[in-house]
């Protein structure tokens, strides 16, 4: 730039100072932007989130019972299989089988079997 006049440098500096100041003004207002927008994103978000998540910790509990009931087998409870009073769950680590033989008939055969 040393060929050209002083004041034609003068106003290019002027230009390049000014450009650099435009460009950080819109770089500082597009960031604000941003942050809002993703703060409004976040509070439409978050209350859904935390439905969703309600949601489904709730079918997680409804499908507890269905989930964990575990049909009789026949090397295990051969006595009560189709039977009504078969519970079949666990809590925490025990088993119980039914009210009546908490841990199973010991028999080949129930007295307490009824039909499903």
Not at 18 to 30: G, I, K, R, S, Y
């Amino acid at each position: 730039m040393n060929g050209l006049p002083n004041d034609i440098q003068k106003m290019l500096a002027h230009a390049a100072v000014q450009t650099e100041q435009f460009l950080d003004e819109v770089t500082d207002a597009l960031d604000q932007t941003l942050i809002e927008v993703e703060q409004s994103l976040d509070d439409l978000l978050s209350p859904l989130v935390a439905d969703l998540l309600a949601f489904e910790h709730t079918v997680e509990e409804l499908a507890y019972p269905l989930s964990q009931r575990i049909n009789p087998l026949l090397d295990q409870q051969p006595a009560c299989i189709g039977c009504h009073h078969y519970h079949g769950k666990t809590y925490g680590d025990s088993f119980l089988v039914c009210a009546m033989h908490p841990y199973g008939s010991s028999m080949s055969s129930c007295p307490d079997w009824e039909s499903c």
